[in-house]
Antibody, heavy 125, light 108 residues
Framework: QVQLVESGGGVVQPGRSLRLSCAAS????????MHWVRQAPGKGLEWVAV????????YYVDSVKGRFTVSTDNSKNTLYLQMNSLRAEDTAVYYC??????????????????WGRGTLVTVSS | SSELTQDPAVSVALGQTVTITCQGD??????ASWYQQKPGQAPLLVIY???NRPSGIPDRFSGSTSGNTASLTITGAQADDEADYYC???????????FGAGTKVTVL
């Protein structure tokens, strides 16, 4: 069964660290660009980070750059998000998301086709 | 980084047609994708590319792009279509992704 399952969320104090995991099944993680997307309570979706296809590059939204690190363990087919120096504004449901690319008529289409159910991170003292 | 602008909310009578728009500079280069999110659920892809629907998405959902504006149209809206809808695209740097703030669709 093709799915993504996030884990590792919880309540953490400001300034502390947390590592989220995203276990993939039914497909090989390294064959796709994999993203983290978050949603603060009652708010919209915010793109957080991407691990590019085959893990060569990582990019981050400005608000987490230098604090968050995305990585993979190909032997476990698992994506991670290491979150350091957490702030109250990092409180959100964090989704692990697979990106697909299609090429038609010389045009590339990128889209998020598979989402996990999310894991809640609460940063509070 | 780029931004995508969506109207906060729109309402539609049952069985009528509604169009949601998403405006941003990056849409002149990259196609948008659209996601439906119901309370307590993960987002669901409904439209991507020029006008492509994933398997299982009803054909009452369609998409289009004109200049820097992408549109999602629901033709013959059903009660089950009541949800938040988000557009997404690569930003102008092409490395990041960006979401619109979302449009809440209410079916009356």
């Amino acid at each position: 069964q093709v799915q993504l399952v996030e884990s590792g969320g919880g309540v953490v104090q400001p300034g502390r660290s947390l590592r989220l995991s995203c276990a993939a099944s039914g497909f090989t993680l390294s064959n796709h660009a994999m993203h983290w997307v978050r949603q603060a309570p009652g708010k919209g979706l915010e793109w957080v980070a991407v691990m590019s296809y085959e893990g060569n590059d990582q990019y981050y939204v400005d608000s987490v750059k230098g604090r968050f690190t995305v990585s993979t363990d190909n032997s476990k087919n698992t994506l991670y998000l290491q979150m350091n120096s957490l702030r109250a504004e990092d409180t959100a449901v964090y989704y692990c998301v697979r990106e697909l690319v299609e090429v038609a008529g010389g045009t590339h289409y990128w889209y998020f086709d598979l989402w996990g159910r999310g894991t809640l991170v609460t940063v509070s003292s | 980084s780029s931004e995508l602008t969506q109207d906060p909310a729109v309402s539609v009578a049952l069985g009528q047609t509604v169009t949601i728009t998403c405006q941003g500079d990056s849409l002149g280069t990259f196609y948008a994708s659209w996601y439906q999110q119901k309370p307590g659920q993960a987002p669901l892809l409904v439209i991507y590319g020029k006008n492509n629907r994933p398997s299982g998405i009803p054909d009452r959902f369609s998409g289009s792009t004109s200049g820097n504006t992408a549109s999602l149209t629901i033709t013959g809206a059903q009660a089950d279509d009541e949800a938040d809808y988000y557009c997404n695209s690569r930003d102008s740097s092409a490395n990041h992704r960006v979401f619109g703030a979302g449009t809440k669709v209410t079916v009356l």
